[in-house]
């Protein structure tokens, strides 16, 4: 890879779309989905704790489990590829978008998004929850005060608002994602293994519409062989790298 294409080919880029994945957040000690089962929910699969026949049968026992990741998220911090990332947003201003994997609001809350339209959150999030009978999204409460199941202004029982084993994703978060990468002149993947669809195929949008593709990853993916360039290491240094950084680099 020749890191200085790579960054020429970003730099030069006004329209830039990003996908993120868990290896983003790792460096802020959010565990992945199945690392997080652990204890008591190791006994679990997946399949029992995020599938709409799981809440259907046990809610309380699925809020449980989400209520205690909803804990974890709020105490991390944002790290340095959630920084990065959220100053390209910054100078990069209308032509950003950045598609999100994770559940964990940390985008949101390191900046990104700030300029309204420019960042989805494919999977959903943690910190909300959506009404069972009107589908309304609603905050949740400090972990401290939430009460589960909770319930909306309307009375009716919420449920996490997450995208579940079996259900798609919002049509038009992936709509907007997909015409971001399609009209991108780079695009990053960041901290992804490129094995879950739809969201492994943006990539392709963009390449097929003749567009740069940098992959961000400390290991090879699914994804790797059709890359423009491939950045190896973690997040925070790759992008770091990418941006030409010093003081993220530690230099």
């Not at 293994?193 to 969201?199: F, N, Q």
């Not at 990539?203 to 491939?230: K, Q, W």
């Amino acid at each position: 890879m020749d890191l200085a294409q790579a960054r020429a080919a970003l730099k030069s880029a006004s329209r830039v779309a990003v996908l993120t994945g868990a290896g983003v957040s790792a460096e802020s000690g959010i565990p992945t989905f199945r690392d997080a089962q652990t204890g008591h929910w190791a006994r679990f699969r997946p399949e029992d704790l995020a599938s709409p026949g799981a809440y259907s049968r046990d809610p309380d026992m699925v809020w449980e489990w989400y209520a205690g990741r909803y804990r974890d998220v709020l105490a991390a911090r944002p790290n340095g590829a959630h920084l990065l990332l959220a100053r390209l947003e910054r100078e990069k201003g209308a032509g950003f978008f950045l598609a999100t994997q994770n559940v964990d609001g940390l985008h949101g809350r390191a900046g990104s998004g700030a300029g309204g339209g420019r960042m989805v959150e494919l999977h959903g999030t943690l910190l909300s929850a959506r009404d069972e009978v009107t589908g309304e999204v609603f905050p949740l409460p400090a972990p401290d005060v939430l009460v589960t199941p909770p319930v909306s202004p309307s009375g009716n029982r919420m449920r996490p608002n997450v995208v579940w084993f079996g259900e798609y994703l919002p049509q038009d978060a992936l709509d907007a994602a997909t015409r971001a990468f399609q009209a991108a002149e780079a695009a990053l993947i960041v901290g992804t293994s490129g094995a879950v669809y739809p969201a492994a195929g943006l990539a392709g949008e963009t390449l097929f519409a003749g567009g740069t593709v940098i992959e961000v990853n400390p290991d090879d993916t699914e994804l790797s062989r059709h890359m423009t360039y491939c950045v190896r290491d973690v997040a925070s240094r790759g992008l770091a790298a990418l941006m030409e950084d010093g003081a993220m680099l530690g230099a």
